[in-house]
């Protein structure tokens, strides 16, 4: 499984734009990069995921470096609801499980 | 809400005792996950059973075991219990298929005195 690194912790102001930093250098061609979060007191939540094009949803963007060594969750308007736990995850395509890291510890000031 | 329960919410129990967390999935989804949360460990992957089959394992102790039924709820037994085994433990379900996203239930909180 690649190794991911990520900031133990960030802050961004309320209704600013947030980028969420990761690192897998030893990625493999084939693995996909999930983001998901855990809000205080909940079970992780899915957010995004892509292989080589940047992706966007209704909750984030996550842009993808060319060499795929890196990867950053952008979240276009940090809201209080967004303080959490970020978990960028590497992952085979049809793998079955995740390996989660420490995270980014995401602090939203109002 | 992401359409997983687990029951119960919380359980307190001794040392040696066994315990049974039981999680639901979504409608639909054929495949189950359980995963610890320990404060030292963080969030670390158990073992997976897709349409009543073991898929894969992770690190799950001997003492721990897992069974999904024909209906497809799934069960995590937790025996000899122990002060370490004190946790959160989450159960996730997914769809078959190429994108494996996953859904966690919220847990149960399991307090071992």
């Known amino acids: 499984d690649a190794k991911t690194t990520q900031p133990n912790s960030m802050e961004s102001n309320e209704e600013e734009p947030v980028h969420l930093p990761c690192n897998h250098s030893t990625i493999s061609g084939t693995d996909y990069i999930h983001w998901y979060r855990q809000l205080p007191s909940q079970g992780p939540e899915y957010v995004i995921h892509?292989?080589?094009s940047n992706v966007n949803n209704r909750m984030a963007s996550l842009a993808i470096a060319e060499d795929r060594k890196s990867s950053t969750l952008i979240l276009h308007r940090a809201t209080l609801r967004d303080a959490a736990v970020y978990y960028c995850i590497p992952l085979q395509t049809g793998a079955n499980n995740l390996f989660f890291g420490t995270g980014t510890r995401l602090t939203v000031i109002p | 809400d992401s359409g997983v329960t687990q029951t119960p919410k919380h359980l307190i129990t001794a040392t040696g005792q066994r315990v049974t967390l039981r999680c639901s999935p979504r409608?639909?989804?054929?495949?189950v996950y359980w995963y610890q949360q320990s404060l030292d460990q963080g969030l670390q992957f158990l073992i997976q059973?897709?349409?009543?089959?073991?898929?894969a394992k992770g690190n799950i102790l001997e003492r721990f075991s897992a069974q999904q039924f024909p209906d497809l709820h799934s069960e995590l037994n937790l025996s000899s219990l122990e002060l370490g085994d004190s946790a959160l433990y989450f159960c996730a379900s997914s769809l078959a298929g190429k994108y494996n996203e996953q859904f966690f239930g919220p847990g149960t909180r399991l307090t071992v005195l």
């Open positions: 892509g292989l080589t």
């Open positions: 409608s639909g989804d054929l495949s």
């Open positions: 059973y897709y349409n009543g089959e073991e898929r």
